[in-house]
């Protein structure tokens, strides 16, 4: 897949038919991967494909000005459609590559199954169903899918849908949707006040770092409403009320744009458990108006036009 | 006073003692992630399993979000109340050498022409435990910036983790003071003290992350117009504000007033330089494209702070490569303009 990749990239670049190349390239912390973005041919050979390639990067071609060759997961892709429909990015200005994905290993949890910090996993390579690590010098096994991602879980695209080439071939979803939605079916369960208790104390870690926003590929306002202040919206400053209440609206910005592709949480520093609001919107999304992200390039955003049937209980 | 040290298993007995008429804080990871928290009472494990913190010790004194007044129109114009912090002794237990040292950056700051009265109350009360690094992360490179994971001198007390027992070595007045206070302690032997110092040079043989700064200033100087360089590095930068909240020596704030009608509070706050509308209130961001702003952080750290104050604001800790969400490593950008 790498190499094909790298050669694929390689004549792209050289044909002029791209001007960046934008894919992984090796981190420079352990197992950790690493945006690779480049217009020079002989950084190709930095390219990666492995588990570890959490990125996701449709959004660095709606600021690259020029025409790009990108590489996507099946969430990744379905943020770029999505990008598409809101015509941010233009289908004929991409080259994509796509990869079908089984999973992407999520390093938190990694940290947790091995019991010590990431830092002493010298190596790791997915071998069939497991992942034979190196920690502290010695040979550890442990099937892989303890320790992807919860969206990955519920992927039910796992191979792209749109896409120019293909590296390697379809895989089929391998669905555990109860795992996926585990942490948001304990919320669901909680009564309200029990609700409203978590999230006050989970915003009140937040320090406005904006991460979580400027890592997502849905949200591509040229200003954001947290940063217009006449009038001001929330308080610039860290308060877990403005923090919630920014993060809310965050929610409701990015819904029937957000493809769970899990950024927002990873990115994080506090690790406040962001997916839990934003897939829960998108169960809802697709509950309300059967609209699932990034499917179909041709079909206008979800919430920039009406149908007759669209849901309206909340006019009653 | 020579080296003390006490049991670990004692360390609860003497945390709960110590908070009775201060306010303690340890390492501790019960809010999904690492970060300096009031004592609470139980977990002194922090030993065994902490690196360092994801949210760095400046923020109990620098905190991210501080009210720095209150105003109420009164009849012959404004009433101001200062609202500065109340002077309770604060003890930090468990910092690392490289918070340590950026510390005392950020205190030539505070204490500079303009000298700020909140970060320094705070600082005057407090009195800063250092606990030594046997095992450095794999982001770690203090070594290069003249600090030793084994040792610090920018700490009241030192502490060394020699396996079940801490060794305590009392570094200024302030150390002193609090080691005569604390009970539970024995003398330590030579044979310890000898240990404590094999632990820190092994750690710093671990170290293998590296910057040279050896003839850097002028690397800098001469890389700002290197518009190709700094486009270069930046491409996958997202404009967060994450390496700049987590960095322990980075210090820029935005004030804002909250005013409802007749009272309101001026508060400050964390601001980044790595945002577009940093600076945009007061004037203008003169770094319109993102390749400036990278630029304007590594000049910064590297090149202004130096000549300023004879200092490089970066201490090697090494939270803005973990933290990143893109794996922006400060090594190799200042790697990358060494090699320009
Ligand atoms: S959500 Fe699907 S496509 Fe995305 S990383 Fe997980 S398995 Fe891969
Ligand atoms: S990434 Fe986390 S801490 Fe930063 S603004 Fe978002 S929710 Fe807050
Ligand atoms: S270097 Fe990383 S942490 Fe810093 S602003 Fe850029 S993306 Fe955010
Ligand atoms: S620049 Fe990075 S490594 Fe240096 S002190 Fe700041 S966070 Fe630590």
Not at chain 1, 81 to 102: N, W
Not at chain 1, 137 to 146: E, M, N, Q, V
Not at chain 2, 137 to 147: A, H, K, M, Q, V
Not at chain 2, 183 to 208: F, M, V
Request: aromatic content about 8%; charged content about 30%; some cysteine.
């Amino acid at each position: 897949m790498e190499n094909r990749l790298k050669e694929e990239a390689g004549k792209l670049l050289k044909e002029g038919k791209v001007d960046y190349i934008v894919g992984y390239g090796k981190g420079t912390v352990n197992l950790r991967t690493s945006p690779l973005i480049t217009n020079k041919e002989e950084d190709l050979e930095g390219l990666v494909i492995n588990p570890f390639i959490a990125n996701n990067l449709s959004r660095y071609p709606v600021e690259l000005k020029g025409r790009v060759g990108i590489v996507v997961k099946g969430c990744d892709s379905r943020s770029l459609t999505s990008l598409m429909q809101d015509k941010k990015v233009k289908r004929e200005d991409l080259i994509i590559f796509g990869i079908p994905c089984e999973g992407v290993v999520d390093l938190k949890k990694l940290a947790g199954q091995i019991g010590a910090e990431i830092d002493r996993v010298t190596d790791a390579e997915k071998e069939g169903e497991n992942l034979t690590l190196q920690v502290d010098g010695s040979k550890k096994t442990i099937p892989f899918r303890d320790v992807i991602f919860d969206k990955c879980y519920g992927c039910e695209h796992p191979t792209p849908l749109e896409y120019d080439v293909l590296l390697g071939s379809e895989v089929t979803p391998n669905l555990d949707i109860e795992k996926s939605l585990e942490k948001i079916k304990a919320l669901d369960d909680m009564d309200t006040p029990e609700r409203w208790d978590y999230w006050k104390e989970q915003f009140s870690k937040c320090i406005r770092c904006y991460g979580c926003r400027n890592v997502c590929p849905a949200c591509f306002c040229e200003r954001c409403f947290v940063d217009v202040n006449m009038p001001q919206w929330v308080a610039t400053y860290a308060t877990w009320q403005d923090n919630l209440t920014f993060q809310l609206i965050r929610t409701l910005h990015v819904a029937g744009r957000c493809s769970d592709c899990g950024e927002c949480e990873r990115a994080c520093p506090v690790g406040i458990p962001l997916r839990s609001l934003q897939r829960k919107m998108v169960e809802e999304v697709k509950d309300l108006f059967g609209h699932e992200v990034g499917i179909d390039k041709d079909a206008p955003p979800v919430f920039s036009h009406y149908e007759a049937t669209d849901p309206d209980e909340f006019m009653k | 006073m020579g080296y003390k040290k006490i049991k670990k298993d004692q360390l609860k007995t003497l945390f709960n003692e110590l908070s009775k008429d201060c306010s303690l804080f340890v390492p501790s990871g019960s809010k999904g992630y690492v970060g300096f928290d009031p004592w609470d009472g139980n977990s002194a494990d922090f030993t065994e399993w902490y690196g360092n913190t994801t949210i760095p010790p400046k923020a109990l004194f620098f905190p991210p979000v501080e009210a720095m007044l209150r105003f109420r129109k009164g009849e012959a114009g404004y009433e101001i109340e200062e609202l500065l912090p109340n002077g309770r002794p604060q003890i930090v237990f468990g910092v690392r050498p490289c918070d340590a040292r950026a510390l005392k950056i950020t205190d030539i700051l505070f204490s500079d022409t303009y000298r700020d009265p909140y970060y320094l109350k705070r600082r005057e009360n407090a009195t800063i435990v250092g606990l030594a690094c046997n095992e450095p992360c794999d982001t770690c490179f203090c070594t290069s910036l003249d600090i030793s994971p084994g040792e610090s001198q920018d700490v009241d007390l030192l502490c060394t983790d020699i396996g079940d027992e801490l060794l305590m070595e009392a570094v200024s007045d302030k150390g002193e003071d609090l080691l005569s206070k604390m009970s539970g302690l024995s003398d330590a032997s030579g044979e310890e003290e000898s240990k404590a110092k094999q632990l820190g040079e092994s750690a710093k043989e671990k170290i293998t992350r590296q910057i040279d700064t050896s003839g850097l200033l002028d690397k800098m100087r001469s890389s700002f117009e290197n518009r190709e360089y700094w486009e270069d590095v930046s491409r996958k930068c997202m404009s967060c504000g994450i390496c700049t909240y987590v960095c322990p020596t980075c210090h820029c704030f935005d004030i804002c007033d909250e005013n409802n009608k007749k009272d309101g509070k001026r508060v400050r706050n964390w601001d980044s330089c790595k945002f577009p509308l940093f600076t945009r209130m007061p004037m203008e961001n003169p770094r319109h494209e993102k390749w400036r702003r990278i630029r304007q952080r590594y000049h910064h750290k590297f090149e202004y702070f130096q000549m300023n104050f004879e200092a490089i604001a970066c201490t090697g800790c090494g939270r803005c490569i973990r933290e990143c969400p893109v794996n922006v490593d400060v090594t190799e950008i200042i790697g990358g303009i060494q090699a320009l």
